[in-house]
């Protein structure tokens, strides 16, 4: 019995992993963040999560509203303005 459950949960993360990953590096772009920034949020609020979070059935995940947060902060940091 315990095999069949290690299998439903193998396969749940592939299928997190199969949404969050592709989505985060998408909104990297957006926000102008290299790979491996998307990247590595993403994989760090996965693991944070799945210490303290409580929920079972919540996805952590950016979303476009972030992004675009992000992407303006990061604009002004570099000299820019948020309208850029």
Do not use: Q
Not at 51 to 67: H, Q
Not at 69 to 79: K, R, S
């Amino acid at each position: 019995m315990g095999g069949r459950a290690n299998y439903a949960n193998i396969t749940a993360g592939l299928s997190v992993a199969g949404l969050v990953l592709p989505e985060s590096i998408a909104y990297g772009a957006i926000a102008g963040l290299p790979l491996v920034h998307a990247l590595t949020a993403a994989l760090a609020g996965l693991v944070v999560y799945a210490i303290a979070g409580r929920c079972r059935v919540a996805i952590v995940t950016p979303t476009a509203a972030s992004a675009a947060v992000l992407a303006a902060a990061v604009a002004t940091l570099g000299g820019g303005s948020a309208a850029e």
